[in-house]
């Protein structure tokens, strides 16, 4: 074994520790740019160099998947659509190793089996067939491709071709986390029906080409390492190429807190050695978020009120339904709340009454708001007691409106 190899071993025990005392730190990396962003709000937890555009290799098929998820969302296509295969989406079509799904010019298979292909197998063959099919052609589809993320927000995102072959194309790792945000927002069940499957054994006996040279079929294992091996895995896609080095972007769904992680331009020496990198530093990258960040419930909180003309003169206030957001212990302090109360509530009252507003904020920007309500019901009281407060009342209301407050 030699030392270079030794040392990348080592690298990676020290990574895979990361479920123990090494997620309490950011994991030393070897990829050039990386991002943690929590799922629910598109927050950046951690980066590296996370602004920093290059190549994302097959990372370009998320792009393409994304179209070929909405045309099935438009009902221009089911997942039982018959699909034969044209010359133009043929493995024999891409250039000499190129990642194959192998498509052969006359296959039949349906619309599932080939959105299968381009997310486990990462089928250049399939990306192209599925651009035919979509746009009419690669090149049309492209531009549908660049016209997407630019709508979305992605200015400096950029493709030249659907399957990531190009080493012109370009995304940042910030950016291509937060675009995987919207695709499984958009496409829920694309995780468990394409980015969950483990394996896919294809062509089938029935899908051969008449006559055609591929006779055999090939199981290929989802290029996804952490599938089935890290809690909670569910997605997302791989890439490499000469140029970009190795990248992966991977998301995984612990209770409610969902996070997306992106490793970009890993350089080892032996090609099997990146294939372990990125899937030990996705592994330490996701490990180090969920020890750090869960997403719960916002902090609790009630606010006493005076209420006339009841059995009771004070009643809490609570928020009718506390929103979620992703925060650690550490940044408790960093959440803060206003509070907007009516000045007066008369009896008799019922339980989830609105008395008043809450809005929590997250270093001054808000985060999240609802209604505050009664806790419980209050009864009628006391005509004489009725009597009392009717004159407060009538003077309180001539001064006051409403009561804010905050923290």
């Known amino acids: 074994m030699n030392i270079m190899r030794m040392k990348i071993l080592l690298a990676l025990f020290l990574i895979t ?39 994302p290799a097959s990372m370009t098929k998320l792009i393409t998947l994304y179209l070929g998820c909405e045309a099935v969302e438009k009902g221009d296509f089911a997942l039982d659509t018959p699909v034969t295969v044209t010359e133009g989406g043929s493995a024999f079509s ?21 959105l299968q292909g381009i997310a486990v197998s990462s089928g250049n063959d399939g ?19 660049n016209l997407l993320v630019y709508s979305m927000g992605y200015e400096q995102m950029y493709f030249e071709d659907p399957d990531g072959w190009s080493e012109n ?15 499984i927002e958009a496409f829920p069940w694309a995780l468990e029906q394409l980015h969950s499957v483990k394996e896919l054994t294809y062509p089938k006996e029935e899908n051969m080409a008449p006559g055609g ?68 530093e996705s592994e330490a990258l996701l490990e180090y978020g969920f020890s750090h960040w869960e997403t719960q419930p916002l902090p609790d909180f009630s606010v006493p009120v005076k209420v006339y003309s009841g059995e009771e003169e004070e009643i809490s206030l609570i928020p009718e339904e506390i929103p979620l957001f992703t925060y650690g212990e550490a940044e ?20 989830g009454t609105v008395g008043g507003r809450i809005v929590w904020y997250f270093d001054g920007e808000p985060v999240g708001e609802a209604d505050l309500v009664s806790e419980r019901d209050v009864k009628k009281g006391a005509f004489f007691h009725n009597f009392i407060d009717l004159f407060e009342i009538l003077f309180y209301n001539i001064s006051h409106d409403k009561k804010q407050g905050e923290e």
Do not use: C
């Open 17 to 55: 520790a990361a479920k123990g005392v090494f997620a309490q730190v950011p994991p030393e990396l070897m990829a050039e740019g990386a991002v943690v962003m929590d799922y629910l709000t598109g927050r950046v937890l951690y980066e590296k160099e996370g602004d920093v555009y290059r190549a």
């Open 94 to 114: 891409r250039p000499e190793g190129s990642s194959l799904m192998l498509l052969e010019e006359g296959q039949v298979l349906d619309y599932l089996t080939l």
């Open 332 to 351: 408790l302090d960093r959440l803060t709340r206003t509070w907007e109360t009516d000045d007066w509530l008369r009896a008799p009252l019922e339980q």
């Open 127 to 145: 990306a192209y067939q599925l651009a035919e099919l979509v746009a009419g052609n690669s090149d049309d589809f492209v531009g549908r491709m």
């Open 213 to 280: 040279q591929i006779q055999s079929s090939r199981t290929k294992k989802n290029t996804n390492w952490l599938l089935g091996k890290v809690e909670g895995v569910d997605g997302l896609k791989s890439g490499y190429i000469d140029e970009s080095g190795f990248n992966f972007a991977a998301t995984a769904q612990r209770g409610e807190t969902r996070l997306i992680t992106v490793v970009m331009g890993i350089f080892p020496e032996h090609y099997w050695e990146g294939l372990e990198i990125r899937a030990a």
């Open 169 to 183: 194309n370009r995304v940042s790792p910030v950016s291509y986390a937060d675009f995987s945000r919207h695709y």
